[in-house]
């Protein structure tokens, strides 16, 4: 792992003093494993008060210095330093309720997590891997350091947390570990709804979320018990090959792994199914509205994750209309009215992604939304009208008319209408005709 001149400086800086100083976590382990390395943690023997000195001319802020870790910025880049440490007793299933400092970098790494986190490497690329992580990164297996039952019931979020990095990294649960995750998910229902959500978030996005989703489904019922129903429920129509979860679960895999907003969405897109499932007398399923249905579950869901209000309103607004038909250049215009260009856009793509986990014969259908997306394009290029903001006359010019409140509004919207239909052209003069010939009707 080749040091950036920062991290090369901070490294220094407590090694000049006398001080031990490894990278450590995710940074080393993204290093190995030839990934890209984003943030860098440090651990090292100094106390926080001899951390403090070292760089007491540095920009310093004590952020969790209870628990020995100090922020150290080099230049505008943010270091977590923090002493070697053996974790108190867990009460709250999160966070430590004291820590004991130690002089030992071993100790410190049989606190952490996973074994491929638990590697720890100095500036001159010199490894300490007491657990044999590097042997489970070659072999691709996450596994808890030391009993399972007792990392996770120091932290349920490493429950979420495993299950996403085999997600990520296209790893194996090894058995022991993949048991306690099964076993003790529940506990998960004690971490904060912002952790959750944002380990699901990077779930979703991982290149193995199909195996993981499936295998663990559980797991994000767990934390989202609105997902129960649909694990395992038979569909019961020829459009599908797969029950309601799994076909969610491999319509996700569909959408750019970088596209969180779209995974995220395709995630919920048929949370209201089970809910609207109904049998016709040849016992072929259906399910009507369970796009609005889907979309009044997911805002409720969304909310409850403490997504932000424009993350909810991309995913429902989505939802609510995946399931509605689009044939023509007006279906186009109109859908655009209802949600805007750039969300009309998503939706092609979104209605590709459901599609392309259905049968056969109805992805072909995934043709008809490329058209569809072309013809859009094209009404943006031609800035065809498609919004009361884009039609030739506006209130001003109906109240001309003798039109009045709600009239004028009413007369627009039909106006629009026609426009979008093409059955008017959007020129001020016919379409005033038109609104003064329906006044005199």
């Keep these: ?76 880049v943010p270091f977590e330093i923090t002493t070697y440490r053996i974790d108190g007793e867990y009460t709250d299933c999160r966070r430590p309720e004291n820590v004991e400092f130690t002089a ?12 491929i986190n638990a590697v720890a490497m100095d500036r001159n690329g010199c490894l300490v891997d007491p657990f044999d992580g590097i ?14 039952e007792k990392r996770f019931g120091e932290d349920a979020l490493r429950i979420m947390r495993a299950v996403r990095f085999a997600s990520q990294l296209g790893f194996t649960i090894e058995e022991e570990t ?27 996005c991982g290149r193995s979320c199909i195996s993981v989703l499936l295998e663990y489904s559980d797991v994000i019922t767990a934390v989202i018990p609105e997902f129960k129903p649909s694990i395992g429920l038979d569909q ?51 399910f009507k509205q369970h796009d609005r249905v889907g979309a009044e579950i997911t805002e409720k869901v969304m909310k409850r994750l403490r997504y932000d209000t424009k993350s909810i309103s991309y995913s429902t607004a989505l939802i609510a209309n995946h399931s509605k038909k689009l044939r023509s250049r007006a279906d186009v215009k109109k859908m655009m009215y209802r949600i805007g260009d750039e969300l009309f856009l998503a939706l092609t793509e979104m209605k590709k992604c459901d599609n392309s986990a259905k049968n056969d ?18 009404i943006i290029a031609n800035n ?20 009045k409140g709600a009239e004028i509004g009413k007369m627009q919207q039909r106006l629009l209408e026609l426009v979008m239909e093409d059955e008017l052209p959007n020129e001020k003069d016919k379409l005033l005709k038109y609104a003064e010939q329906e006044c005199g009707k």
Aim: proline share 3%.
């Design 1 to 76: 792992m080749k040091t950036d001149k920062n991290t090369e400086q901070v490294l220094n800086e407590l090694e000049k003093h006398g001080f031990e100083a490894y990278m450590v976590g995710g940074c080393v382990r993204d290093s190995i494993m030839g990934r890209e390395c984003h943030d860098i943690d440090i651990t090292t023997n100094a106390r926080p008060k001899e951390i403090l000195a070292v760089f007491s001319s540095f920009k310093v802020v004590p952020t969790g210095i209870k628990h020995g870790t100090v922020t150290v910025f080099c230049g505008d």
């Design 104 to 115: 030992d970098i071993t100790t410190d790494l049989a606190r952490r997590d996973f074994t």
């Design 135 to 148: 042997s489970d990164m070659k072999a691709g297996i996450i596994r808890c350091v030391g009993a399972p």
């Design 178 to 204: 993949s048991a306690a995750v099964h076993r003790m998910k529940d506990l998960l229902q004690k971490i904060s709804h912002e952790r959750i959500r944002d380990e699901l978030d990077k779930l979703v």
């Design 236 to 286: 019961c129509t020829p459009y599908h090959k797969y029950n309601v979860w799994e076909h969610t679960v491999r319509a996700v895999s569909f959408a750019p792994e970088n596209d969180v907003k779209m995974r995220r969405t395709l995630l919920f897109h048929d949370i209201g199914k089970p809910a609207c499932l109904k049998f016709d007398e040849t016992g072929r399923g259906h």
């Design 361 to 378: 014969f109805v992805i072909e259908e995934n043709a008809v939304f490329d058209r569809l997306a072309g013809i859009g394009r094209e």
């Design 384 to 403: 065809e009208c498609r919004s009361l903001k884009g039609l030739a006359v506006n209130g001003s010019d109906l109240l001309g008319l003798g039109l």
